[in-house]
């Protein structure tokens, strides 16, 4: 069982910057790709960005992209969101799961249990 645990959260001004971390333990996590989701209160759930098991591919949706920046390090089975120039819609509960598909959608196979973002003044 792969065990997902996201950190980095907190509350931050617009135009402030955050570092989500998601650490992976119990599996190989280097085999797996790695997404960022969020849930805002009243929303669905949605994908924010992906990133392929060796780090050759990366996925962003459109609201991020310029602003954020997924990377991993496989050596520390970590996976991290960096998140600048945050607005007040991005505040949400965001979460990483991971999959041995590529894929980046709420199908896949294992979740963490989310760290709170909320951007505000």
């Known amino acids: 069982q792969l065990q997902l645990v996201e950190s980095g959260g907190g509350l931050v001004q617009p135009g402030g910057s955050l570092r989500l971390s998601c650490a992976a333990s119990g599996l190989t996590s280097d085999l797996y790709h790695i997404g960022w989701f969020r849930q805002a209160p009243g929303k669905e759930r949605e994908g924010v960005s992906c990133?392929?098991?060796?780090?050759?591919?990366?996925s962003y949706r459109d609201s991020v992209k310029g602003r954020f920046t997924i990377s991993r390090d496989n050596a520390k089975n970590t996976v991290y969101l960096q998140m600048n120039s945050l607005k007040p819609e991005d505040t949400a509960i965001y979460y990483c799961?991971?999959?041995?598909?590529?894929?980046?959608?709420?199908?896949?196979?294992?979740w963490g249990k989310g760290t709170l973002v909320i951007v505000s003044s």
């Open positions: 990133i392929s098991r060796s780090s050759g591919s990366t």
């Open positions: 799961a991971a999959d041995r598909r590529w894929q980046c959608t709420a199908g896949m196979a294992y």
